[in-house]
């Protein structure tokens, strides 16, 4: 974001924070609520095309989720009214599903996240958890057409592009959870068409060599200040593409 606000040519641009309630705590759709009123709020004072939706790992399954509330309203979340398309969405390695049988996980000497974690985060947001032992391995774990974005037919996107005018997705081609994101792929984009959409507005890049989040944690790693991947930078230009007055 700071190099953002450093170039030239761009809408001046702030940042939002949503600090939503964690599982075990509080289980889903809690985290969709919670969001879905930061939105709704923020769009009384904000046209829906100045707002651009974000998120990583499971923050990123729940800006899927709110797209997805967005389009079709939760039955247990008060709806939100969008006057036209949110300025997009970019998502960086998005938990799309929950199943920890994908090939991908095959992946898991080369990422930081595991099966078992992966199992039991699931179940704590779902309230599926053993009662008497949370920590206790649960199982497969399911989800709905909310929390498991990989799962829904090109149908349920139909008519997205009415909501958000462009989503960018990011992920790397090592990481565990690469293949639910390339699950949604499709079905997103033949949505996203048949509802009458510009398929090359859903961009999906899988930045070879790369584990969870890896243009977020790069950042963070020592020795890289300075430098960018050629997925950080794909996602600059995203932003700009977006920001350009």
């Known amino acids: 974001m700071q190099d953002l606000k450093n170039t030239q040519g761009l809408r001046s641009i702030a940042t939002l924070l949503i600090e939503y309630t964690l599982a ?3 289980v889903h759709p809690t985290q969709l609520k919670e969001a879905s009123a930061v939105l709704a709020d923020l ?4 046209k829906p095309s100045q707002v651009i939706i974000s998120g990583d790992s499971a923050g990123g399954n729940l800006a899927l989720a709110l797209l997805s509330h967005l389009l079709h309203p939760h039955p247990n979340v008060p709806p939100v009214k969008v006057n036209g398309p949110l300025g997009g969405a970019l998502t960086y390695s998005p938990w799309a599903g929950f199943s920890t049988d994908y090939p991908s996980f095959d992946n898991v000497k ?4 595991s099966p078992l974690s992966l199992r039991k985060w699931s179940a704590m947001f779902l309230g599926k958890s053993h009662p008497s032992d949370p920590e206790a391995d649960p199982g497969s774990v399911t989800g709905d057409a909310y929390t498991e974005a990989c799962k829904n037919p090109a149908s349920w996107w139909e008519g997205m592009h009415n909501i958000c005018s462009d989503i960018f997705i ?3 081609g090592d990481e565990v959870l690469a293949d639910p994101i390339e699950e949604l792929k499709t079905p997103l984009r033949n949505g996203w068409s048949s509802g009458g959409g510009d398929p090359s507005r ?3 890049i899988k930045a070879a060599r790369e584990a969870h989040i890896a243009p977020i944690v790069d950042v963070m790693t020592p020795g ?3 430098m ?3 997925t950080q930078i794909a996602i600059e ?3 700009c593409a977006r920001l350009s007055n």
Do not use: H, N
């Open 24 to 26: 075990p705590e509080a």
């Open 43 to 46: 769009l009384t004072i904000r």
């Open 110 to 113: 080369l990422d930081v996240l």
């Open 170 to 172: 990011s992920y790397g």
């Open 202 to 204: 859903t961009v999906f």
């Open 224 to 226: 890289k200040k300075g």
């Open 228 to 230: 960018k991947s050629s």
């Open 237 to 239: 230009e995203w932003y």
